[in-house]
């Protein structure tokens, strides 16, 4: 496979990552508290945080997949990387885009115990069979589509994220 090509078929893993921890918010949100609303801090339905962290795990478990340590590896790694994020994240929007502050075992509302239970099951979910389906779309279609499709996810999100964190403190 050539590299420009893996990483541009990385670049749609890295939006449907991204996409489905939106579905997932959105889901969780209304499932709590009955109401929609508009998860994360880019325009697009796509939270870059679970885009990152789906790569991150797909890159961890490429020869590791066993489901008890798929979920245990990923639940601590999942935690460390929100935990991470959401420091400059709130510095960055000036708030923190997500906040477990009533969640039971949770630290300073930035993480808590079954958010990351959740995560690790996510994270067999991403192994099982989100990474293998974005594998199997990869191979099908021909090198200039996923070429087109994946230089065209990175032009908008990048746009996205240049208008939400640079424009506003350029203006």
Same mark, same amino acid.
């Given at each position: 496979m050539r590299p420009l090509f893996?990483?541009?078929?990385? #670049?749609?893993?890295?939006? #449907?990552?991204? !996409?489905? +921890?939106w579905l997932y918010e959105e889901a969780l949100e209304f499932a709590m508290f009955r109401e929609f609303s508009d998860r994360g801090v880019l325009h697009l339905p796509v939270l870059p945080i679970y885009g990152f962290g789906g790569l991150l795990l797909v890159w961890l478990f490429r020869k590791h997949t066993h489901p008890a340590f798929v979920f245990a590896v990923s639940t601590v790694v999942t935690t460390v990387l929100e935990l991470a994020a959401s420091y400059p994240l709130e510095k960055a929007l000036g708030y923190l885009p997500w906040w477990y502050g009533e969640w039971?075992?949770?630290?300073? +509302?930035?993480?808590?115990? %079954?958010?990351?239970?959740?995560? +690790?099951?996510l994270a067999l979910l991403l192994v099982n069979l #989100?990474?293998? @389906?974005?594998?199997? !779309?990869a @191979?099908?279609?021909?090198? @200039?589509?996923v070429g087109i499709l +994946?230089? %065209?996810?990175?032009?908008?999100?990048?746009?996205?994220?240049?208008?939400?964190?640079? %424009?506003?403190k350029i203006g």
């Open positions: 893996l990483v541009l078929s990385y #670049v749609i893993e890295f939006t #449907v990552c991204g !996409f489905c +921890g039971p075992l949770n630290f300073e +509302g930035r993480i808590s115990l %079954l958010s990351s239970l959740l995560f +690790g099951g #989100v990474h293998p @389906a974005c594998r199997k !779309f @191979a099908w279609a021909k090198p @200039a589509r +994946g230089t %065209l996810l990175l032009a908008v999100i990048t746009a996205d994220a240049v208008a939400v964190f640079i %424009l506003p």
